[in-house]
């Protein structure tokens, strides 16, 4: 019996913490119009309360992140990762588990939570993860300028969570956090060994992580290129510089 032929390019959307694919913004409509189809996924613990990360841990993410990888790569000749924030280091760490045809991009990775909003006691956290219930019990909320430097998208950022909008948690749990950290101390192991051609996409503004983190990838990674907008925020896709960072990647995705 003959096997069905592969469709030809997707590219695998992987959200930020507490987030969904409304953290990629116009990325997929940009992506569907040079032929490339997209697929989103939602991470364990997510699209539904903040509470519901308290127990999700990062191999949960991992695993769901290679399953949905694994998934697309039967159907497609070429899948593409492309992860925002937290996504960012599964898309990468996915792609270390399965060197295969594609390509990586990685907005706002953050190797390193360093960026000019992180207050300085923000290494007290390790001290607070050996108490477990209180690292589940203490909340880490959204706050101004909830990574938008753009001053219209933020006010109407700030009335969705007022609504309570589902696009978006308004805050998540330490222990959370915990997990996050454990996804930095993979990438630090394994971003040497990549060999995806990769596009790293930092703002110098951005207010959760610094330029260090894509300084690290791009020394880390042989194959890689680095773009570093000026005018926006964490919430690169969405902020100011979103058309610069979708005409870069459709052209690095379409090559």
């Not at 990325?27 to 539904?48: E, F, V, Y």
């Not at 933020?154 to 330490?174: C, M, T």
């Not at 880390?220 to 000026?230: D, F, G, K, N």
């Amino acid at each position: 019996m003959k096997q069905p032929e592969k469709r030809r390019t997707v590219a695998l959307l992987i959200h930020g913490l507490g987030g969904t694919v409304h953290d990629l913004g116009i990325l997929r409509k940009s992506l569907n119009q040079i032929g490339i189809d997209t697929h989103a996924l939602s991470l364990p613990g997510h699209g539904s309360s903040p509470e519901d990360l308290i127990m999700a841990r990062a191999e949960q993410w991992i695993s769901v992140a290679t399953r949905e990888y694994d998934m697309l790569a039967r159907t497609y000749e070429t899948v593409h990762l492309i992860g925002m924030c937290m996504g960012a280091l599964l898309a990468l760490i996915v792609a270390e588990r399965r060197p295969r045809d594609g390509k990586l991009v990685l907005l706002a990775a953050p190797v390193f939570l360093d960026g000019w909003s992180m207050p300085f006691y923000r290494r007290l956290r390790y001290f607070l993860y050996l108490i477990p219930c209180l690292a589940r019990r203490m909340r880490v909320t959204e706050q101004d300028p909830y990574g938008i430097k753009n001053a219209l998208t933020r006010s109407l950022i700030k009335a969705r969570f007022q609504r309570g909008d589902a696009f978006h948690y308004r805050w998540v749990p330490l222990a959370c956090i915990r997990q996050v950290d454990r996804l930095r101390y993979k990438v630090w192991r394994v971003a040497r060994h990549i060999r995806h051609p990769t596009l790293v996409i930092n703002s110098r503004e951005d207010e959760v992580t610094s330029v260090k983190s894509a300084s690290f990838l791009v020394d880390a990674i042989p194959t890689s290129r680095c773009l570093i907008v000026e005018n926006s925020y964490h919430m690169l896709c969405i902020d100011n510089d979103r058309k610069q960072i979708a005409e870069t990647m459709t052209a690095f995705l379409g090559n």
